[in-house]
């Protein structure tokens, strides 16, 4: 019991809580950043792959778990001689500016510059307001509720 002694007890609930702004905002940070690695490989001509891991049925009929590569999708595309870059939160487009979906650029690599804009804008809080657009309202009485 001595060693017991010389510690602090107290009682604590441990909060789990966090700011569902916040963490909408690190979402769009991660996508946005991902496609900023996008980009570096569509300059090289590569495509960006991300490891995944997936569940099959060998030959014996057993569930193994396989480990494989998956190609991510580009925020940015190529159209009337220059590159759109849209926003994305999700599978839905992010109005930025609050009626237009897309920056329009002359080439591709000036998707950098617009890209590390977006980070910026979204880390000062400045998309929050788009984000909770587009993200669905969850009813009250639903299973989700």
């Known amino acids: 019991m001595t060693h017991l002694a010389k510690l602090a007890f107290k009682n604590v609930t441990r909060s789990n809580a966090r700011d569902p702004k916040l963490a909408r905002r690190d979402k769009l940070i991660a996508g ?5 690695l996008v980009h570096a490989a569509r300059v ?14 060998n030959a014996q009929g057993e569930r193994v778990q396989v480990k494989g590569m998956r190609v991510v999708s580009p925020w940015f595309f190529a159209q009337d001689g220059g590159v759109y870059v849209q926003c994305r939160y999700g599978a839905r487009v992010i109005a930025v500016d609050g009626s237009n979906n897309a920056v329009f650029v002359k080439s591709l690599q000036d998707v950098g510059a617009v890209l590390e804009a977006l980070i910026g804008a979204a880390s000062a809080g400045e998309l929050d307001g788009m984000i909770a657009k587009t993200t669905p309202r969850i009813k009250p009485g639903t299973a989700n509720a």
């Open 32 to 36: 946005l950043k991902q496609q900023q």
């Open 44 to 57: 090289k001509g590569e495509d960006y792959q991300v490891k995944r891991n997936k569940w099959i049925n």
